[in-house]
Each structure stands twice: as structure tokens, then as C-alpha cells.
């Protein structure tokens, strides 16, 4: 494959340029442009809208015949080569077998919309009229039609040419099959790779290539090391395997089918120390592992999720273009993808998210519980209320998909009744909640959130108790009002405690995280995205300590009562609603400049002599007292 010549002919207009170009940057061998080779008296001619000669072309063809013959480690040029003895001119003394011809062709009016569009090129429009009555038909080589995007017509050329493709995909599950479909509708070519169990998982990526239309011209595997093959280097492998011993089995047999420089990126929720215990494995083999945080479920692997990465610059460098085209898009346009930092940067990151996905989740059920069983109102009367939320400033797509599950029926019946409350979790809101103690940080809301789920799940216990017991009756009243803004203000604490967890994580690890660009990554394309993040993006550009803007903090003040009587209109339900109370907690707790944590600091010199600070001293020595 190195020594080979792809010329890329066409009308001047016809892009073949860009192809060109991305054609040689995806093979990694040199561009070269033909009109770069004309003679200075053909640029006058053709500036002055003079067709030219035959004549004029033969010293600049055989230029070009010159160039491609010397060429050692292959090329891809451009060049119009119109007519057939031109492109037999430039074939001269190259061997058949190493030389592509891939030819653009288009209507007339769209190459002229085109040349319109182009400036700072020597050719005026009126030379195209000149150009297409030149113009033979190839009798060998691709024929591509220009009426598709630059992307497209390479992923054509990849596939019809069986060139290596662009990226790997292994593991075809949920997330792979559609972050499979997302890239190829963005007209990347593509290798599939799916596991072979017999019995159960057969033929997996070559089915999803019959399937999906736009899979089509992607090459199935079953075979890893064919699959690995398939890839241009340097390779860019995308796993999307369930995360632990599965990334590890598939990763353990990818290093010894891989070379220096290629890429490994696991897509799926791993740990993020995992992630670097790879990154430092993947590094002895002079390998990258990047760990690739996405978020946004089926409907956004399909339809462009939010990415979070983490691990090496210069692996990101090679993949950004990939990972970036395939993402959501902000408001402004921008994708919803990043470096966020090196070595686990990424998974973490990915972590807090569904640690705050937690504490979003359980506040909107603790909402939902309020409305339908303390204040008595039906789960369609639930979802119009939510709905005048959305509409006044709650906008997100956690409060969206509940009032649609709040509406939906089964028969006469709500679906919602027919659900059990046994709840159950994957994983990261522990270990979510296992890093802020080790961190330090005050998760509460996501940790109560993640306990309120254990407590959910023991539905089997719930049912003894509640035969067991009848908590005391009391009338909850409470201003809807009033919960739509203690539901506002907890979610600003729930943030608040996410980004100050990763702040604290970012500074243990020397990370550098961007905490306004990680918001503005979670604007679009996740499942925590919402009016309230985009205004996070802004308050945390200015303070990356978010209740400490002014702006929020005006905020905070008005709503901190309306918190205050509903915690305190809740004290006298029956039931629980751990994440509305822990706000206000977290709230109280983390303004208080002189807490009662000095009887804390008194025991523990009472019982295990283990020193304090006396406020005193501000030097910071420690002290003990003989208590008894
Ligand atoms: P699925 O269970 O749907 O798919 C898992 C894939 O991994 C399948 O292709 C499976 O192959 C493959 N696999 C499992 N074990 C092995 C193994 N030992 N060797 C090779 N391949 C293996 O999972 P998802 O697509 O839902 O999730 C993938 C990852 O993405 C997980 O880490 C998940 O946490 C994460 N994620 C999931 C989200 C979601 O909404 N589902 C959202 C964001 C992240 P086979 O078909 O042969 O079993």
C-alpha cells in the first residue's frame, strides 16, 4: 500500500482538492495539487479566461509524469486531467497495478455554484463552459458523483477501493451499535468488530450491516486481528464492551495486533483508575488509551451524545476530528466534545455526571412524590404542573422525559403504576460517592440519592415495615409554589457539589479541568442537560466556585426559603425526601462559619487523643488536653 498513486480528476469546481486532500491525510501519503506545476504563462492565460492548448499542456504534463514517477512513499494528486490522452500522458511509465484513478463528476450549474463561491483561484467561471466541452469520459477508474458531502465521497472511495477504513468500532451493542450508525451517517468509513459466541452472538456485525442502510458500506469482523487489519494507521479503535473484565479482555488482545501510535479508546462507564492502569499498560507498548466519558443513552450515541475525554494531547489530536463530528452540538454551534484533561480526567468526569444524573433523578421523583401523594394530585395533573416548570425557566430533559412518562397510559390505567419501585443502579453513583470520601468532598446529595435507590431496592423489607408500622398522620401543606422553587434551589446545591467534586479530584490529580467548558460540554447531548447548565456555563466562567457568583447568589437568597417551608412541611409526611432535605443540610451546613464540629474535634481528643486546632492559634498547632 506505500507506494501508490491516487489522482483525483475533475472539472476545476468539482472539489477535487478537498477529496484530495482528505484522501491523503486519511492514507497519510503527500498531496500534491497540479495546478501547482503550470508554468507561469499558462496561470496568465487561464487568468485572462484563455482556454489552453493542447500545446500548453504537454511541458506541464510531462512535469507532472516526472513528479509521480519520483514519488517514493506514495501520493494522492489533484489534477483536472480532462481528457483521455492527458491522463494516458501521465501514466506513462507507471506501474498499472499502483496507479487509481478516481474521477469527480457533476452538472454543470452546481460547479458553477461552487467556482461562485470560491475565492483567491486563478480560474474565472467562464473557462468552466471550456473545461466541460474538453472533458472525456473515463474509460477506467472510479466515477463518483459530486452531489454528496466531502465525507461521503471519501467513505465511497475507502469502501469501493477497499482501502483501510477510518475508525474501528468493536463491541456492537446498545451504545456501539449506534455511535457505529452516528459516525457512518457522518460519512466515516468504517470497521466492525462483534465478539463470536456460538449459539448466541453470531454474524453480530456483519447482521447490523444488513440492517442499517447507512452501515452498508462499513466492513464487518469477526475475526479481531482482520479487524485491526482493516484500519489506516495510525488506528483508531473506539470499545464500546461492558466495562471491567470485558475492556480488559477485548484491550489484552488488541496490544499485540497493534502498532506505535494507534489509538485504543474505551467509550464505555469504566472506573477511572482503571482507565489510567490501562493508560500506563497501553504506554509500555507505546500504544494510547484514551478514556471516553459519553453520555446521552441510546438516542444520543445516535444522534450525537456529549463526550468527555481523558488521557494524552496528542492521542486526542488524532481522534478530535472523529469524536467532535459525531457529538452534540451547543448552542453556539460548537460540539459537545473535549479533552478534558489527561489520564482518568475523562471517566471521572463521566462519573460526577451520573452522580448528578442521581441526586437530578431523585429530586424530580421526590417532586413527583410531594405533588401525587402529599398534596393529592393525579400523575396528569403531576405533568402539567411540571410542564409550566419547563415553560418558567426548569427546562431540562430529565423534567421533560418525566412528564412524558407521567402521561403515559397503559389501557386506562398509568404505566407509571405499573412499575415497581425496586429501583436499581450500575455502579457509578458508588463510586461516585467512594471517591468524594476519599476526596474529601461533601457529596451528600448524590450519596443520599444513590442510598435512597438501596433503600428502593429492599421493596421486600419496605413491605414487612410498612405492616409493621403506621407513621404518624399529619396534613402536609405546602405552596406548589414553594416546591417549584425548592426544587430549583436543591438542584443549584446538587450542581454546586458535582463541580466543586471534580474541582477537588481535578486538583488532587493535577488535571487542569475547565470547569465552564465541562458545562458548556453538558449544555447538549446528556442526560443532565438542561437551562440550568447553560446558565452554570456562564456563572462558572467568571467563579469556578458557582454559588459564590453574584448572580447565583441573588438567586440562592430568594429561593432559600421557599426551601426552608417545604423541608419543613415534609418533616411531617410519612415519607421520605432525602434529597430536598439534604439541600437545604448542605446549604445551612457549608455557610456556617462556626459550626458545631468543635465538640467532634473535642471527642476525638477525648477518646483517641487525636490533637485539634485551637481557633486561637492561627498557626495551625495542634493540641491536647488530658480530658480526664
Ligand atoms: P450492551 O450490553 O448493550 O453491549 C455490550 C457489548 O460488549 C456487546 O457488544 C457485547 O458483545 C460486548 N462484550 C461484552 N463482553 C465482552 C467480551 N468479554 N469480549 C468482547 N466483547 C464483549 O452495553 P451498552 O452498549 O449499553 O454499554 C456499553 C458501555 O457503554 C458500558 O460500559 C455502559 O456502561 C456504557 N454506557 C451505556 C449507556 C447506555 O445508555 N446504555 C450510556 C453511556 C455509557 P456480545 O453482543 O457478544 O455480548
Known amino acids: 500500500m506505500n507506494n501508490h498513486v491516487y489522482i483525483i480528476t475533475g472539472v476545476s469546481g468539482s472539489g477535487k482538492t478537498t477529496i484530495g486532500q ?20 499558462n496561470i496568465s492565460k487561464m487568468s485572462a479566461g484563455i482556454p489552453l492548448t493542447d500545446a500548453d499542456r504537454a511541458g506541464w504534463l510531462l512535469a507532472l509524469n516526472q513528479y509521480i514517477r519520483q514519488q517514493k512513499n506514495g501520493l494522492v494528486l489533484a489534477c483536472s486531467a480532462l481528457k483521455q490522452s492527458y491522463r494516458n500522458q501521465l501514466a506513462q511509465g507507471v506501474a498499472e497495478d499502483s496507479l487509481h484513478w478516481i474521477h469527480l463528476y457533476g452538472e454543470m450549474d452546481l460547479v458553477r455554484r461552487r467556482m461562485a463561491e470560491r475565492k483567491g483561484h486563478f480560474m474565472p467561471e467562464s473557462l468552466l463552459v471550456s473545461q466541460f466541452d ?33 475508525w474501528g468500532l468493536a463491541g456492537l451493542g446498545v451504545m456501539g451499535l449506534n455511535l457505529a450508525r452516528n459516525f457512518a451517517r457522518r460519512g466515516f468509513a468504517l470497521s466492525l468488530y462483534n465478539r463470536h459466541v456460538s449459539g448466541t452472538e453470531e454474524k453480530v456485525a456483519e447482521k447490523a450491516v444488513n440492517q442499517y442502510p447507512e452501515l452498508k458500506e462499513a466492513q464487518a469482523f469477526e475475526s479481531l486481528p482482520d479487524f485491526v487489519q482493516s484500519l489506516a494507521r495510525p488506528r483508531k479503535i473506539l470499545l464500546m464492551v461492558n466495562a471491567g473484565a470485558a475492556v480488559d479482555q477485548v484491550f489484552e488482545a488488541l496490544i499485540p495486533l497493534l502498532e506505535p501510535g494507534d489509538v485504543i479508546m474505551d467509550g464505555g462507564n469504566s472506573h477511572y483508575e482503571d482507565t489510567q492502569r490501562r493508560q500506563a499498560e497501553a504506554a509500555k507498548h507505546d500504544l494510547f488509551f484514551l478514556g471516553v466519558g459519553v453520555s446521552g443513552g441510546e438516542s ?50 463521566k462519573m460526577a455526571h451520573n452522580g448528578i444524573e442521581y441526586a437530578e433523578m431523585q429530586l424530580l421523583a421526590e417532586v413527583y412524590g410531594v405533588l401525587r401523594w402529599d398534596l393529592g394530585y393525579t400523575p396528569d395533573e403531576v405533568a402539567e404542573i411540571l410542564t409550566q416548570w419547563a415553560e418558567n425557566g426548569l427546562q431540562s430533559y430529565l423534567l421533560e422525559i418525566t412528564i412524558a412518562i407521567l402521561q403515559r397510559r397503559e389501557g386506562s390505567d398509568w404505566l407509571l403504576d405499573k412499575i415497581s419501585d425496586k429501583a436499581a443502579h450500575k455502579g457509578t453513583g458508588s463510586w461516585a460517592s467512594i471517591a468524594a470520601s476519599e476526596l474529601g468532598a461533601p457529596l451528600t446529595m448524590m450519596t443520599e440519592a444513590l442510598f435512597a435507590r438501596f433503600v428502593a431496592a429492599l421493596r421486600d423489607h419496605r413491605q414487612v415495615m410498612a405492616a409493621a408500622y403506621t407513621a404518624p398522620q399529619h396534613k ?46 453538558w449544555t ?102 488530658h480530658w480526664e
Request: aromatic share 8%; glycine share 6%.
Open 22 to 41: 482528505l484522501l491523503a491525510a486519511h492514507l497519510a501519503y503527500p498531496f500534491a495539487d497540479a495546478d501547482a506545476f503550470h508554468p507561469p504563462e
Open 300 to 349: 444520543g450515541a445516535l444522534n450525537g451524545p456529549a463526550i468527555m475525554c481523558g488521557g494524552d494531547a496528542q492521542a486526542y489530536a488524532q481522534v478530535a476530528a472523529g469524536l467532535e463530528s459525531i457529538a452534540a452540538k451547543d448552542a453556539g454551534g460548537q460540539a459537545c466534545a473535549a479533552l478534558i484533561g489527561p489520564g482518568g480526567a475523562g471517566h471521572f468526569v
Open 134 to 166: 474538453t472533458w472525456e469520459k473515463p474509460d477506467a477508474g472510479l466515477l463518483i458523483p459530486i452531489l454528496q458531502t466531502p465525507e461521503e465521497i471519501l467513505r465511497q472511495i475507502i469502501s469501493t477501493m477497499a482501502l483501510p477504513t477510518q
Open 476 to 521: 402536609v401543606t405546602l405552596d406548589k409554589d414553594d416546591l417549584k422553587q425548592a426544587y430549583q434551589l436543591a438542584r443549584w446545591v446538587n450542581h454546586q457539589q458535582g463541580f466543586q467534586f471534580i474541582q477537588m479530584a481535578a486538583k488532587q490529580y493535577q488535571w487542569q479541568v475547565n470547569l465552564s467548558e465541562l458545562a458548556r460540554i
Open 524 to 625: 447538549n447531548g446528556c442526560i443532565i442537560r438542561s437551562e440550568l447548565m447553560q446558565l452554570a456555563q456562564e456563572y462558572l466562567s467568571d467563579s469556578p466556585d458557582l454559588l459564590l457568583h453574584p448572580d447565583l447568589k441573588n438567586t440562592v437568597t430568594a429561593l432559600w426559603p421557599s426551601l426552608q417551608r417545604t423541608v419543613s412541611a415534609l418533616s411531617f409526611s410519612s415519607r421520605a425526601y432525602p434529597c430536598l432535605m439534604s439541600a437545604l443540610a448542605a446549604l445551612n451546613g457549608s455557610v456556617t462559619a462556626h459550626s458545631a464540629a468543635h465538640l467532634i474535634q473535642a471527642q476525638r481528643d477525648y477518646f483517641g487523643a487525636h490533637l485539634y486546632e485551637r481557633v486561637d492559634d492561627p498557626s495551625g498547632k495542634k493540641y491536647h488536653t
